[in-house]
């Protein structure tokens, strides 16, 4: 993925605060190989080996779809923000607010 790209990066904020096909984890990027990954973060404390595989088995279910159809669903997203950048859209009658950090 383009994540350089200012409508996949949007996408992928989207995606991440929407929750869309994220579960418990998102995507971000490693900045040490410069990539597109999907992670999760654990609390391993109150683990069991049952709950361990379960969430190992639910990370590789996320993980295989950001490899396949969720980057299709990214791909597809960005391109819809990039027809659409001049024009944002605002649902009914919601007043955006932005907050900057």
């Known amino acids: 993925l383009d994540f350089a790209d200012p409508a996949m990066m949007k996408a992928m904020l ?12 998102r995507l971000a990027i490693d900045p040490g190989k410069n990539e597109t990954i999907y992670c999760e973060r654990w609390v ?12 190992i088995l639910e990370f590789a279910q996320y993980g295989a779809f950001w490899m396949t159809e969720g980057t299709d669903m990214l791909l597809e ?7 659409t950048a001049e024009q944002p859209a605002v649902d009914g009658d919601e007043e955006m607010t932005m907050i900057r950090i």
């Open 14 to 25: 989207q995606a991440n605060a929407l929750g869309a096909g994220t579960g418990t984890g």
């Open 44 to 55: 391993v404390a109150d683990m069991t080996p049952t709950s361990a595989e379960k969430r």
């Open 77 to 83: 997203e960005a391109e819809k923000q990039k027809a």
